[in-house]
């Protein structure tokens, strides 16, 4: 499952609508669609926006194994 199904399956699970996530996200409830079609992508922001909404971690959201150490620079 990728970020995209994840935020899909979130929003569902919780029986939201694409209008009030639209609304949250200051936009279109049609962008909202175009995301989950994957027509467009969300911004890092959005996906911040929507972790805290959800009260979920990004690392969650994007399907990063819990614990997985960083790569140092």
């Given at each position: 499952?990728?970020?995209?199904?994840?935020?899909?399956?979130?929003?569902?699970?919780?029986?939201?609508g694409q209008k009030e996530i639209a609304a949250l996200l200051g936009c279109q409830q049609s962008a909202v669609s175009k995301y989950e079609k994957r027509k467009a992508n969300y911004s890092i922001d959005d996906l911040l926006l929507l972790c805290r909404y959800y009260n979920v971690s990004a690392d969650y959201v994007l399907g990063l194994p819990e614990g997985m150490p960083y790569p140092k620079r």
């Open positions: 499952m990728d970020y995209v199904e994840r935020l899909r399956e979130l929003r569902t699970d919780r029986d939201i």
